[in-house]
């Protein structure tokens, strides 16, 4: 079995992979502290043990971190765990990839993993829409050449911004509501930035369409990707599982070339 894992600034996401199929998928939060190691081994057991799940000395593990203090945490995490070297994802271990950005190394590997996946999956021009603690558009082609990235704040990260930045904002639900016309405070959050990031994705879509072609395919991920409901009809494809598929999609070449 393969440990697919995705370390991100908010969540860490382990999807475990038979061969066939994500037979189980886990989300925990992202917490750096003193006794992470700790915690995470705890979370791990605790996941494995519920779900009757025992790791093998042949399974696999590929990372990939855009949290460089958690990346050693989890590797000797699954160094306990099975005997082959856990891989960590970065951009000279795909070679199918390639960067057309100026600064190819700050690239987040979950962006990396997302183009892996969508150049075998979709085998199109795309523009991978991501949502997580940061919404990212990134532009690729068939031929897996990367074009370049645009990132703005995600959902969470904007509401939490106005709550932290502001005395009398709370932080409300992710959740659309009836009217754009707030007529509460919660509401008027909601509509402002849920409402608001509907016309922020469909403007960042047109625009990209325009400088690389109307043939480009959309494919939306990310943990919050289903919370704009709206936009499914401006996707080609959704696919919250992207990033995983793209770790599985590394992880198998790097068996092929084994």
Request: glycine share 8%.
């Amino acid at each position: 079995m393969l440990f697919a894992v995705d370390i991100g600034n908010s969540n860490v996401v382990i999807g475990l992979w038979n061969g066939e199929e994500w037979v189980q998928t886990w989300r925990v939060n992202t917490l750096q502290r003193d006794d992470a190691s700790v915690y995470y081994e705890q979370q791990l057991q605790n996941l494995l043990l519920e779900n009757d799940i025992r790791p093998t000395p042949g399974d696999r593990a590929v990372i990939s971190s855009v949290v460089p203090a958690l990346t050693p945490v989890f590797e000797s995490l699954f160094d306990q765990f099975i005997s082959q070297s856990v891989v960590v994802v970065h951009p000279e271990l795909y070679p199918g990839l390639k960067l057309k950005i100026n600064r190819p190394n700050e690239i987040g590997t979950d962006l990396l993993a997302n183009v892996v996946a969508a150049r075998q999956l979709y085998q199109a021009d795309c523009v991978v829409v991501d949502f997580g603690t940061a919404l990212t558009f990134t532009t690729c082609t068939a031929k897996g050449e990367i074009l370049g990235v645009a990132i703005t704040p995600g959902l969470k990260t904007a509401i939490r911004a106005l709550f932290q930045k502001t005395a009398q904002l709370p932080e409300v639900p992710l959740k659309l509501p009836a009217s754009v016309v707030g007529k509460n405070t919660t509401h008027a959050i909601q509509s402002g930035v849920l409402e608001g990031y509907i016309g922020l994705v469909r403007h960042m879509i047109a625009r990209i369409r325009e400088e690389v072609g109307a043939h480009v395919k959309v494919v939306g991920t990310g943990g919050l990707s289903s919370v704009l409901h709206p936009l499914e009809g401006d996707f080609d494809y959704v696919n919250p599982h992207l990033t995983l598929d793209g770790l599985r999609i590394i992880d198998a070449y790097l068996q092929e070339g084994a």
